[in-house]
Each structure stands twice: as C-alpha cells, then as structure tokens.
C-alpha cells in the first residue's frame, strides 16, 4: 500500500469538511461538552475556509490509491509577547484517519509531514491537544516524540 501525503488545496474543502466533521462526530462520543450541531458544521466550513485561505494554516492529505484516507492541519500561532519566551507556536489540530486505513502509520505520516511544514516555518514548540480518555490519539503523539505539558482539570456540575 503506497501512501502519499500531499498539501490541500481549495478545491480539497469539501473533503476536508467531512473529515473534520468525522472527527466531530468521534470527539463527541468522548466528552459531553463538544457538539457537532448544525450551528458546528456551519462553524467547521467556515473555519475550513479560512485556514485554507490563511499562509498561517496548512492542510495536509493522506491518499491511498488516488482516495483521500486522512488529514490533518498545522497552524502558527503567536502567542503574547509578555508572558511567553516562544515566537511561534506550531499547533498540530484536526487529525482524522478513515476507519479502514488506521493502524497503517497514516497519522505518523500526517504528524511527520505537517511538522517538517511547521519546522520550515520557524516553528520549535509544537502543541496538539487531545482529550484525556482519547488513549489511540494520545499514542500516536507519544510515537512522534509528544509529551503531555499542561492539563486542563475539569468537573461536571450539570
Ligand atoms: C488517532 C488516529 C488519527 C491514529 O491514526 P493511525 O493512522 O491509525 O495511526 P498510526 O497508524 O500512525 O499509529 C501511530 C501510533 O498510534 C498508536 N496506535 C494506533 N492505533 C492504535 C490502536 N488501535 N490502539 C492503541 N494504539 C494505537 C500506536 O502507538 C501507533 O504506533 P505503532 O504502530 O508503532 O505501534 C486515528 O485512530 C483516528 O483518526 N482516530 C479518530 C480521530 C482522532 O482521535 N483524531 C485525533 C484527535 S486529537
């Protein structure tokens, strides 16, 4: 199986929108708190639209056999001069894997690719977040050398 990562493009915005709204769907069954309402499918084609048409955001694509099997997007951030010693902050968002090509190192590839991106970037710092109990996820970040360094402390009063 040849798997071939490439850049999107705008013509690739539907098929980026189903995989993130894919990933809505999967994040949802995780935590109560995350939607994938109506009002959030219309929020992820606007966000969509604007990181593809952003030189901050960069949208990367997995194929196999001319099929689009994954993606994932690389954003700069630049966080507040004051309290932060970092420039640039690469966040690694959005990575979605079809069901059918998982544990084949498509995710790996998609890490890989998006942080080369990054790297040329000026990026150092790379930060993904991942919910707590997504144990597959969390995996496939340690692989690419990820460690947890903040935790968001939660509890459910509702
Ligand atoms: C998380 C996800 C992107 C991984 O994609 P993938 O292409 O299957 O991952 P890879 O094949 O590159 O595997 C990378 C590592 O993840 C871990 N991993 C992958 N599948 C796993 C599984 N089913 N169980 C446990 N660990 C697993 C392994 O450590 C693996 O490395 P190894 O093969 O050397 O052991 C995919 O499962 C997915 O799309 N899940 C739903 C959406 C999601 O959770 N996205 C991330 C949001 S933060």
Known sequence: ????????????????????????????????????????RLEVRNGVAEKLASSKSKYFLAEVDGSIVGAGCATIVEPTKAKFTLRKVGLLEKLFVSEDYRGKGIATKLIEARMTWLRKQGV?????????????????SEKAGFKPYSIIMHKYEF
Request: charged share 30%; aromatic share 8%; hydrophobic share 35%.
């Open 1 to 40: 199986m040849q798997i071939k990562i490439r850049k999107a493009t705008k013509k690739d915005f539907n098929t980026i929108c189903k995989f993130v709204n894919k990933l809505d769907d999967f994040e949802t069954t995780l935590t109560p708190i995350l939607s994938n309402s109506k009002a959030r």
């Open 124 to 140: 150092e710092w790379f930060e993904s977040n991942i919910c707590a109990n997504n144990t597959v996820s969390l995996k496939a």
